[in-house]
């Protein structure tokens, strides 16, 4: 265990390294450089999302501890934003410079199968899975979990990748070969009322925060609309402090100083199970940084830098609608029409191939309930799509 307590904050000033270069490295690198700090990003990739909002974009492979020996040297403390960051690359770095949250916790989140096991030995309610290696173990798990049912990689998986659905016994051969025959955790398909997500932090002295409940909608396995708070039933309002309960063990349990997110299955009995943990700052907690005094951003740095933890005061209430690429598909989106529009802000993340499925950018539309504020988004979204003004004027 690092005795985090003993070592002094990171002040404005000092550099933050990132490893990953995508949407969430760049939200968080806006936010540093708001409060003054610098920031320098590492990935593979060049003209990333992080890259172009950073003070230094550093390109390596991960697996080249030489280029990320000499990353480390440059910068005060190395957060990360893509955990299937490989482990020998975060202890290269934590050999050089305080790596939070620990490679410890990116071990345990980059794999399903230690991830629920994880979950399983701290007795935290998740779907009922099975360890699958071979195809028989996929037959034999399948008769004893039933259909449907979702076999999982056990590795590196985001987003809905990774995964495929059971309708029945008979297809087990198809899916297991869909996978690539690797590793995978079979689990039972959970029919589920909603999905919410609690995104919290905690502190390098054991302070906790979180943001209250969101509620997601995912389309084809990607989240596709936020809203807070929640559009709960009044038999499900108690939820709330049971999920608080759960998240809070995660991070003690995993000695995380930083944002976690917990996303959870809310069944129709009421019951919460928990889906999946993400040791960052997550995509349902975008909306943070216009509804929230401080954003999971800026928190995620607090923490990591050793300083309080801020508010997590909701100001309005909020909702977020994604942006993929297939926004793109009949050309430039419309965005000055959307622009137009009241209680909008647009979000973009500086990508310039718009593939179908990429996370391009994202709205959020502030209310004064959570309905309107879905609303406004999914309309603000829909205008996206309307033809713009100089193309109108071309066609008369
Ligand atoms: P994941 O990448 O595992 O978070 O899965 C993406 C989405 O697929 C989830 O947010 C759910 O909408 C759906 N999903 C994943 N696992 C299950 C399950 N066991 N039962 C029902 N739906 C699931």
């Known amino acids: 265990m690092t005795h985090h307590a003993i070592s002094s904050p990171v002040l404005p000033g000092a550099t933050i390294g990132v490893l990953g270069s995508g949407q969430l490295g760049r939200m968080f690198a806006l936010e540093a450089r708001r409060m003054g700090y610098r920031v320098h990003t590492f990935s593979p990739d060049t003209d990333t999302p992080t890259g172009q909002v950073a003070d230094r974009e550093v390109v390596a492979a991960y697996e080249d501890l030489g280029a990320v020996r000499e990353f480390a040297r440059q910068v005060s403390v190395v957060t990360f934003e893509f955990e299937n960051v490989p482990a020998a690359t975060a202890q290269a770095v934590a050999e050089i410079v305080p790596v939070r949250p620990g490679g410890e916790v990116l071990h345990i ?3 399903r199968l230690r991830e629920k096991t994880f979950l399983a030995n701290q007795g935290i309610p998740c779907a009922p899975f099975h360890h699958v290696r071979t195809l028989s173990e996929l037959e034999s798990a399948l008769a004893k979990l039933g259909t449907p049912a979702i076999l999982k990689t056990a590795g590196f ?3 809905g990748k990774g995964q495929v659905r059971i309708h029945n016994r008979s297809e087990a051969a198809s899916a297991w070969e869909t996978l690539g025959g690797e590793e995978c955790v079979l689990e039972g398909y959970i029919s ?6 609690l995104v ?16 997601n909608q995912h389309v084809d396995g990607i989240l596709d609309l936020s809203v807070t708070p929640p559009l709960l ?6 939820i709330e402090a049971e999920a608080i309960a759960i998240t809070r063990l995660i991070l003690e ?3 995380v100083v930083g944002t976690l997110c917990v996303e959870f299955f809310l069944t129709s009995d009421c019951k919460l199970l ?3 943990i993400a040791p960052r700052p997550h995509n349902s907690g975008h909306l943070t940084l216009d509804a929230h005094v401080t954003s999971q951003f800026e928190q995620q740095l607090r923490a990591v830098c050793g300083l309080p933890l801020g508010s997590t005061e909701r100001l309005r209430s909020a909702a977020m609608a994604n942006l993929l690429g297939d926004l793109w598909e009949q050309g430039t989106p419309n965005w000055a029409s959307v622009l137009a529009l009241p209680n909008l802000n647009l979000h973009l993340y500086g990508k310039e191939d718009a593939r179908p499925g990429r996370k391009m950018g994202h709205l959020t539309a502030l209310a004064e309930t959570p309905e309107e504020a879905l609303q406004r988004v999914q309309a603000a979204r829909h205008a996206l799509l309307s033809p713009s003004r100089a193309l109108l004027r071309l066609l008369q």
């Open 274 to 276: 928990v889906n999946e």
């Open 253 to 255: 349990a995993l000695d």
């Open 192 to 197: 589920f009322d909603r999905e919410i997500s």
């Open 109 to 111: 989140a980059q794999n």
């Open 157 to 159: 998986g985001y987003d």
């Open 200 to 215: 919290a932090a905690r502190g390098i002295n054991g302070d906790f925060a979180h943001y209250g409940l969101i509620e």
């Open 233 to 238: 039933g009044t038999e499900q309002v108690n």
